[in-house]
């Protein structure tokens, strides 16, 4: 993308601003059609959706679908411990990878490469499934609210995106604050955090997401505590019942015929995927202010 | 390395490393635990978390003694039959652990370099958009295929490469390109681009929001100074929104090397069929096959422990490289 | 995500067709009165772990279980897997924490070694009655190995003198097919390829579209019920999983090994070559399948009627008579008529899957255990199992059971919740019981399934084209079981798999080489097809898959052996 030499910056900013237009009007349908695919489907009568063809509008409209997952118990009660899980899981990642950020944008703070060497390495190292529930076990975390929360506090990741982004904050502003003889959490807390907002929003939609989508930890660690299954885990549920097909013994052909005719798990798996999603799309215009518009940092630079 | 934009201050600050040089002369005439006490507030704030880390993140890695030995879940610790490096010389001596290092390793690095690059153009271009509501309207579209799943996504592309019927084909014929439709999905050869453009097409709006958000970071004042210097808009995006968000993207492609070895199995197993096995099989499905399926707690562990290796030492290499040369790194 | 786990282990398992399928469980947690004695009926909790997924289980609040309840004072307190997930064993066998009863299906093997099973032979010899009649003479079959004969698991998955009434499988055309060439007979692969060839020729379209003469389900493990396993069926072996037996040795091998088989491909080939069969066969997804059968233009498929039933529900929902008749009709087709469909020989009771009581109870806790699990075995629970609470879900009119149509009606059209508040068909799968078809002392049947009900469910092309034929179901059509002798290992698929890693990676082995051969062999020119399944052929020689097929012969004889069924 060599810089244009002979363009008029006006006629060629108009140009550039056309062909942007259409270039992003090609990635909306192009990335609008699957779930608006899935969204039909989830509309369509199951019987009339196996005959394939759905595309972006319902053939046999119907809410069936819908219907057919509401009926089950736990989704309510699971809809709460998944809203909680959220909240809670979103404010203690924010709180700690905030922290640890700054602490390792300091280029003054002693433990500085050791923290981070530390931190990093955690993302790319496991040590497997079977200690790790051992380790929950010896904790006292299993069947309890806070196996959804507490292992996933501390991630590198996240620590990592945000203090890149306050590395590009000017360093003369805590300067200057010292000087005033605020202490380092202070200069965290009341100058730095404010201006990371854009990033913290990036950070609090992938822990919320994280948070919201995960039903396997629900299923390993509090399978048999119906009090703290998630929203995620009861629609598994939900879907698994309409694809026995694959998983039982084939004993019975009369039974198998039986259980698939009722609903296509097709439909019910667009359904799903429709409800688990509404909820964000309905939270995501408010952290969606802080990271589409610029902003200035002029303001707060004085 | 900085690059300073016509007219106006560069995002990084370049304040930053002067800074850190004389901050590091001014400690090293006090004492170590003087500092400490000075930093007691940085201590407070990071060493819960480390502490954390260390329980959750590194207490489980005794489960790494597991590729040691011949493992079995109901035996104590003590008990265990202990066998050295058996499992790994069989990993190492097995054909189909080659063959699915190769397809993870091709799929992950065109996944990178692709699914890199894709993102910055769309979140750049994204940025330049004038209309407030259409530039929200597309983000939040662009994003949504995220949520839509693997198996949803696979039919979909499936369907839009069918022979019979689906829409690239008849595109590609009634354009009079080919004669006959196309097989796609039966080509092993065309398999690791077919995955590679469609986890493109799930993602890209995902993956944007990072940049953006970076790109919000980048002071205004920055292109108000360049408009008055006369700089058209490619100007402003090559000199200004760019190296704004430079570290983001440093620091991103940093641990995305990291994760080569990581790309999990769920969209090579669901756009792959029986024909592309060869294509198709990547490390991590391996190692549910041929080890947690079985049971082979041991050979599944002595898989996870060579990926983590090769991780860390991929990540480490990188991460040396990008602080000489860019004075940007993760550690 | 939501889809993750689904979609993945459930093929893997089938794939292996042994059940590598696990379960798993926590911490028991209540165990209400843990001294109380064992005799009494007082108020107890059993924990209760299934490897299947069960979403309509609401914790015995329906009417059957509340009747279990109040007759053994049992409450179960179950949890159930989601797709066939295979962790949560290993976990439960890694931090010693089982639950009270469990239905680990194919991890039976993994809880064994880790000492977690109780040997219910004395428990059943002493206080279940029900259980002893139940098994009676197969009592043999529930034992664990040769080299440990306790019963750990009594088998609940399959009912006891269970038929079947129809058939299900073999080789489906389309009615509408018959009815245009005359009801021809169909018996032999010729038959069937000149029945496609011959409409084929007539029809090259169908609404407008393109005829798909064959088309193949092949997505994932799906293969093998549409492209493998027929087969062996076409060449007359009865269902084995992978394997053929030698009815005389005991010694198993690969069934693709059998030159005969290999005719069956060359054919699958010849019809591709000639432009028969479905070019995506291979290449479509499991709904892209279903989407062509439900579009009336697919002639002829090969597969089971559970996998496309979906497919043949809008077909038969169609308002248009043609279309209706684009359903399929089942045939016994073989290779040439020296050969016999072997679907339906008597393999005996086959064992398999069911539920155990694990060491987390004490001595008193597994008599009552067992006493509880008898209880469902009795007529009185398998009754209450399978039609419900006498006077709400069934009536007894001159010592007939008889379910009244408006239930019969809710159980038909809103199945999902008619079980979950009645619970009928909620039990079953954890209490040994009869089968279809097995009658009790009143001359009734312990299921609802029987003949009549199978045949009045037929839609009305269907009986027509039945009638031509001079038969009352599908199954008339097919070779009795008389005809086909007994099996003295059962069926091998049902077998616990032999847990040896030196099996396991062999047969794991051999199914990603069967897999990318046979489809590659299928699709090559015809004068190709020798050398890649020769190939083939070769790599499933290799001295590690034939060491498997060593270690399974062992485990088929160890098994004559144990059951006392050899020469």
């Given at each position: 993308m060599a810089a244009p030499k002979a363009f008029n910056a006006t006629r060629g900013d108009k140009v550039f601003d056309v062909v942007n237009i259409v270039i992003m009007s090609l990635v909306l349908i192009v990335t609008l059609y699957p779930f608006l695919n899935v969204l039909a489907i989830s509309l369509n009568e199951s019987a009339d959706t196996v005959k394939g063809g759905i595309t972006i509008v319902p053939r046999v409209f119907t809410f069936e679908n819908y219907q057919q997952i509401f009926q089950y118990e736990g989704l309510v009660r699971g809809l709460w411990v998944s809203i909680l899980r959220t909240v809670v899981g979103t404010l203690f990642g924010l709180a700690s990878a905030s922290m640890l950020a700054y602490v390792l944008s300091r280029p003054d703070f002693q433990a500085r490469k050791f923290t981070s060497i530390f931190l990093v390495v955690t993302m790319y190292v496991s040590g497997g499934m079977i200690p790790i529930y051992?380790?929950?076990?010896?904790?006292?975390?299993?069947?309890?609210?806070?196996?959804?929360?507490?292992?996933?506090?501390?991630?590198?990741?996240?620590?990592?995106?945000?203090?890149?982004?306050?590395?590009?904050?000017?360093?003369?502003?805590?300067?200057?604050?010292?000087?005033?003889?605020?202490?380092?959490?202070?200069?965290?807390?009341?100058?730095?955090?404010?201006?990371?907002?854009?990033?913290?929003?990036?950070?609090?939609?992938?822990?919320?997401?994280?948070?919201?989508?995960?039903?396997?930890?629900?299923?390993?660690?509090?399978?048999?505590?119906?009090?703290?299954?998630?929203?995620?885990?009861?629609?598994?549920?939900?879907?698994?019942?309409?694809?026995?097909?694959?998983?039982?013994?084939?004993?019975?052909?009369?039974?198998?015929?039986?259980?698939?005719?009722?609903?296509?798990?097709?439909?019910?798996?667009m359904a799903i995927t429709i409800v688990v999603t509404v909820p964000i799309l309905i939270v995501y215009p408010f952290l969606q202010k802080y990271f589409v518009s610029g902003m200035t940092l002029g303001a707060v630079k004085s | 390395m900085e690059t300073l934009t016509p007219g106006g201050t560069s995002n990084k600050s370049p304040g930053a490393p002067a800074a850190e040089a004389d901050v590091g002369k001014r400690f090293k005439k006090q004492s170590f635990w003087r500092t400490a006490l000075q930093q007691k507030y940085l201590y407070f704030m990071s060493l819960p978390f480390i502490i954390w880390a260390f329980v959750f993140s590194y207490l489980p890695l005794w489960g790494w003694t597991m590729a040691f030995q011949d493992f079995k879940p109901a035996k104590p610790f003590l008990d265990q039959k202990w066998v050295g490096f058996k499992h790994f010389v069989e990993l190492?001596?097995?054909?189909?652990?080659?063959?699915?290092?190769?397809?993870?390793?091709?799929?992950?690095?065109?996944?990178?370099?692709?699914?890199?690059?894709?993102?910055?153009i769309f979140a750049v271009l994204l940025n330049e958009l004038r209309g407030m509501m259409f530039k929200r309207f597309v983000q939040t579209v662009s994003y949504l295929p995220h949520f839509v799943s693997w198996v949803v996504v696979a039919g979909i592309v499936t369907k839009m490469l069918s022979t019979q019927g689906g829409a690239i084909n008849d595109l590609l014929v009634g354009l009079h390109i080919i004669n006959e439709p196309i097989q796609f999905m039966a080509k092993g050869n065309w398999f690791w681009y077919i995955v590679t453009a469609s986890d493109v097409?799930?993602?890209?709006?995902?993956?944007?929001?990072?940049?953006?958000?970076?790109?919000?970071?980048?002071?205004?004042?920055?292109?108000?100074?360049?408009?008055?210097?006369?700089?058209?808009?490619?100007?402003?995006?090559?000199?200004?929104?760019?190296?704004?968000?430079?570290?983001?993207?440093?620091?991103?492609?940093?641990?995305?090397?990291?994760?080569?070895?990581?790309?999990?199995?769920?969209?090579?197993?669901?756009?792959?069929?029986?024909?592309?096995?060869?294509?198709?099989?990547?490390?991590?499905?391996?190692?549910?096959?041929?080890?947690?399926?079985?049971?082979?707690?041991?050979?599944?562990?002595?898989?996870?422990?060579?990926?983590?290796?090769?991780?860390?030492?991929?990540?480490?290499?990188?991460?040396?490289?990008?602080?000489?040369?860019?004075?940007?790194?993760?550690? | 995500?939501?889809?993750?786990?689904?979609?993945?282990?459930?093929?893997?398992?089938?794939?292996?067709?042994?059940?590598?399928?696990?379960?798993?469980?926590?911490?028991?947690?209540?165990?209400?009165?843990?001294?109380?004695?064992?005799?009494?009926?007082?108020?107890?909790?059993?924990?209760?772990?299934?490897?299947?997924?069960?979403?309509?289980?609401?914790?015995?609040?329906?009417?059957?279980?509340?009747?279990?309840?109040?007759?053994?004072?049992?409450?179960?307190?179950?949890?159930?897997?989601?797709?066939?997930?295979?962790?949560?064993?290993?976990?439960?066998?890694?931090?010693?924490?089982?639950?009270?009863?469990?239905?680990?299906?194919?991890?039976?093997?993994?809880?064994?070694?880790?000492?977690a099973l109780v040997d219910l032979t004395d428990l059943i010899d002493k206080y279940?009655?029900?259980?002893?009649?139940?098994?009676?003479?197969?009592?043999?079959?529930?034992?664990?190995?040769?080299?440990?004969?306790?019963?750990?698991?009594?088998?609940?998955?399959?009912?006891?003198?269970?038929?079947?009434?129809?058939?299900?499988?073999?080789?489906?055309?389309?009615?509408e097919v018959l009815k245009e060439l005359g009801y021809p007979e169909i018996r032999t692969l010729d038959d069937y390829e000149k029945a496609l060839k011959d409409y084929y020729a007539k029809n090259p379209t169908i609404n407008g579209q393109p005829t798909i003469p064959l088309s193949l389900n092949a997505d994932d493990w799906h293969i093998m019920i549409g492209v493998t396993n027929p087969a062996f069926l076409a060449t007359g072996l009865p269902d084995n999983g992978?394997?053929?037996?030698?009815?005389?040795?005991?010694?198993a091998k690969l069934h693709y090994k059998r030159p005969e088989e290999k005719e069956y491909f060359r054919w699958l080939n010849k019809m591709n070559s000639e432009g028969l069969l479905d070019k995506e066969t291979f290449t479509q997804k499991r709904d892209q399948y279903l989407a062509k059968i439900s579009s009336g233009r697919v002639l002829g498929t090969i597969n089971q009627e559970w996998d496309y039933s979906e497919a043949e529900n809008a077909l038969k929902g169609s308002s248009d008579p043609t279309m209706q008749n684009r359903i399929y009709g089942h045939f016994p087709v073989t290779l040439s008529d020296q050969y016999k469909d072997h679907s339906f020989m008597d393999v005996g009771f086959p064992g398999g899957y069911g539920i155990g009581i694990t060491t987390n109870?004490?001595?008193?806790?597994?008599?009552?255990?067992?006493?509880?699990?008898?209880?469902?075995?009795?007529?009185?629970?398998?009754?209450?199992?399978?039609?419900?609470?006498?006077?709400?879900?069934?009536?007894?009119?001159?010592?007939?059971?008889?379910?009244?149509?408006?239930?019969?009606?809710?159980?038909?059209?809103?199945?999902?919740?008619?079980?979950?508040?009645?619970?009928?068909?909620?039990?079953?799968?954890?209490?040994?019981?009869?089968?279809?078809?097995?009658?009790?002392?009143?001359?009734?049947?312990?299921?609802?399934?029987?003949?009549?009900?199978?045949?009045?469910?037929?839609?009305?092309?269907?009986?027509?084209?039945?009638?031509?034929?001079?038969?009352?179901?599908?199954?008339?059509?097919?070779?009795?079981?008389?005809?086909?002798?007994?099996?003295?290992?059962?069926?091998?698929?049902?077998?616990?798999?032999?847990?040896?890693?030196?099996?396991?990676?062999?047969?794991q082995k051999a199914q990603d080489v069967v897999r990318k051969r046979i489809p590659e062999a299928i699709l090559a020119t015809p004068d190709k097809f020798d050398a890649i399944y020769d190939g083939m052929l070769q790599e499933l020689n290799s001295a590690d898959i034939v060491e498997m097929e060593n270690i399974f012969s062992q485990q088929i004889k160890n098994t004559v052996e144990l059951w006392g069924t050899g020469k």
């Open positions: 051992i380790l929950f076990r010896d904790l006292d975390l299993l069947g309890t609210f806070w196996v959804y929360v507490l292992p996933g506090v501390v991630s590198a990741f996240n620590v990592i995106v945000i203090r890149s982004f306050m590395d590009g904050l000017p360093y003369a502003l805590q300067e200057s604050a010292k000087l005033d003889g605020a202490n380092d959490f202070t200069i965290f807390w009341r100058i730095i955090l404010p201006l990371c907002k854009p990033v913290l929003a990036t950070i609090a939609l992938f822990l919320a997401v994280g948070q919201w989508n995960s039903w396997f930890d629900s299923y390993l660690y509090n399978g048999r505590h119906p009090e703290w299954t998630t929203l995620q885990f009861e629609l598994m549920k939900v879907l698994q019942s309409t694809q026995q097909g694959g998983s039982g013994q084939m004993i019975n052909a009369n039974d198998m015929a039986q259980k698939m005719a009722q609903i296509s798990p097709e439909s019910i798996k | 190492f001596s097995d054909d189909r652990f080659y063959l699915a290092l190769r397809n993870t390793l091709a799929m992950s690095v065109m996944s990178l370099v692709v699914g890199f690059i894709v993102p910055i097409w799930k993602e890209m709006g995902w993956n944007t929001i990072i940049y953006l958000a970076a790109i919000t970071g980048i002071d205004q004042e920055q292109y108000e100074a360049a408009r008055v210097d006369g700089a058209n808009r490619y100007r402003q995006m090559w000199h200004i929104t760019l190296p704004g968000i430079r570290t983001t993207i440093s620091v991103l492609f940093i641990m995305a090397i990291g994760h080569l070895m990581q790309i999990g199995f769920e969209k090579q197993f669901l756009l792959g069929n029986n024909l592309v096995q060869e294509y198709s099989q990547v490390l991590e499905l391996y190692a549910l096959q041929y080890g947690l399926q079985m049971n082979r707690f041991s050979y599944g562990t002595a898989i996870s422990i060579f990926n983590s290796v090769v991780s860390v030492i991929l990540l480490f290499t990188v991460n040396g490289i990008f602080k000489r040369v860019s004075k940007e790194s993760i550690m | 995500m939501v889809s993750k786990k689904a979609k993945w282990i459930a093929p893997v398992a089938l794939a292996s067709l042994v059940g590598l399928t696990a379960c798993g469980g926590g911490a028991s947690d209540s165990k209400g009165s843990g001294g109380a004695a064992a005799d009494d009926t007082g108020p107890v909790t059993f924990s209760l772990f299934s490897a299947d997924s069960n979403p309509n289980w609401n914790g015995m609040k329906d009417d059957v279980g509340k009747v279990i309840t109040e007759k053994t004072g049992v409450t179960l307190n179950a949890e159930y897997a989601i797709g066939g997930d295979t962790q949560k064993v290993s976990l439960m066998i890694a931090s010693g924490e089982y639950p009270d009863l469990i239905m680990p299906k194919g991890d039976t093997s993994k809880l064994v070694e880790a000492g279940a009655p029900n259980i002893k009649a139940l098994y009676a003479n197969d009592m043999n079959r529930l034992k664990y190995s040769k080299d440990d004969q306790s019963i750990y698991i009594l088998p609940t998955y399959t009912g006891v003198g269970q038929t079947s009434f129809d058939a299900g499988g073999g080789f489906e055309l389309q009615l992978e394997f053929y037996i030698n009815p005389e040795t005991y010694e109870l004490d001595e008193n806790q597994r008599i009552r255990a067992i006493k509880f699990l008898d209880w469902l075995a009795s007529d009185e629970g398998q009754v209450l199992n399978n039609w419900g609470v006498e006077g709400k879900q069934y009536n007894v009119e001159n010592g007939k059971r008889v379910i009244p149509k408006d239930i019969q009606d809710r159980k038909t059209n809103d199945n999902a919740t008619f079980t979950k508040e009645t619970g009928i068909g909620q039990y079953t799968l954890m209490s040994p019981h009869y089968g279809d078809g097995m009658k009790d002392k009143t001359d009734n049947y312990y299921t609802t399934n029987f003949p009549e009900q199978i045949q009045s469910a037929y839609t009305q092309p269907e009986k027509d084209a039945l009638k031509k034929y001079n038969a009352t179901t599908w199954k008339d059509l097919f070779p009795k079981a008389d005809e086909l002798g007994t099996s003295a290992w059962g069926a091998a698929y049902n077998l616990p798999a032999p847990n040896d890693p030196s099996y396991t990676v062999a047969f």
